[in-house]
Structures are given as structure tokens and as C-alpha cells.
């Protein structure tokens, strides 16, 4: 059993930066792969970001590559994911989710946090 708590979501102004948090409780954590799902209001959710259970790969969605950075410390039981060059489209609740294997698609992951809100104003 995993329990996921994300926080550092916020109100950044374009091409600001926020780093976003996801804590984990449980003792199996190093072996779940880990993702980062966002949904904007009316719009369905999407795959933002992953990384394999050990951190040594990592996927990315094409509209967030070279801006965002999944990165994880199992010592913390915590996964990271660190945004860059925000734009508004980026503007949505941001949610950590993780399972066994790493995937882009949302029901491949069994334990999902609350959501963090991220706000980016033009």
C-alpha cells in the first residue's frame, strides 16, 4: 500500500518556475515506478512526466520536454518534479501516481495522490 501527498503547487507568473513534491508513504516505494498526471478544467488528464522505479529512466510529454524534470529520492520516499519556463497552458491540478511499471496512460496506475493546483498567469 502507497500513499501519495503532492505538494508546492502555486500562482507563478509566465516563465516562472515551481518545483512540485510528492510524498510517499510506505516502505515499498523504490519499487514503484512514478508519474506526474495533470488536468486543466474541462479537459481530460494527461501524462506529464515519469521515471522507473530505480530513477534511471525517465519519459517526458512532448509539450513539457525541455521545460520539466522528474527526478526521485527513494531515501525520502519522494519524487520531484521541477517546471521551468511556465506558460498558461500549463495552468492545471498536478497529481503523482504511482505502480509497478512506468507508463504514460493513467490506468496503468493504482495509487494516485490528491492534487497539487498550479496557476500560471500571463
Known amino acids: 500500500q502507497v500513499q501519495l501527498v503532492e505538494s508546492g503547487g502555486g500562482l507563478v507568473q509566465a516563465g516562472g518556475s515551481l518545483r512540485l513534491c510528492c510524498a510517499a508513504?510506505?516502505?515499498?516505494?523504490?519499487?514503484?515506478?512514478m508519474a506526474w498526471f495533470r488536468q486543466a478544467p474541462g479537459k481530460a488528464r494527461e501524462f506529464v512526466a515519469g521515471?522507473?522505479?530505480?530513477?534511471?529512466?525517465?519519459i517526458y510529454a512532448d509539450s513539457v520536454k525541455g521545460r520539466f524534470t522528474i527526478s526521485r529520492d527513494n531515501a525520502k520516499n519522494t519524487v520531484y518534479l521541477e517546471m521551468n519556463s511556465l506558460k498558461p497552458e500549463d495552468t492545471a491540478v498536478y497529481r503523482c501516481?504511482?505502480?509497478?511499471?512506468?507508463?504514460?496512460?493513467?490506468?496503468?496506475?493504482?495509487?494516485w495522490g490528491q492534487g497539487t493546483q498550479v496557476t500560471v498567469s500571463s
Open positions: 501516481a504511482g505502480d509497478l511499471v512506468l507508463g504514460t496512460r493513467d490506468n496503468r496506475y493504482g495509487y
Open positions: 508513504s510506505g516502505r515499498t516505494f523504490s519499487s514503484y515506478a
Open positions: 521515471i522507473s522505479s530505480s530513477g534511471a529512466r525517465t
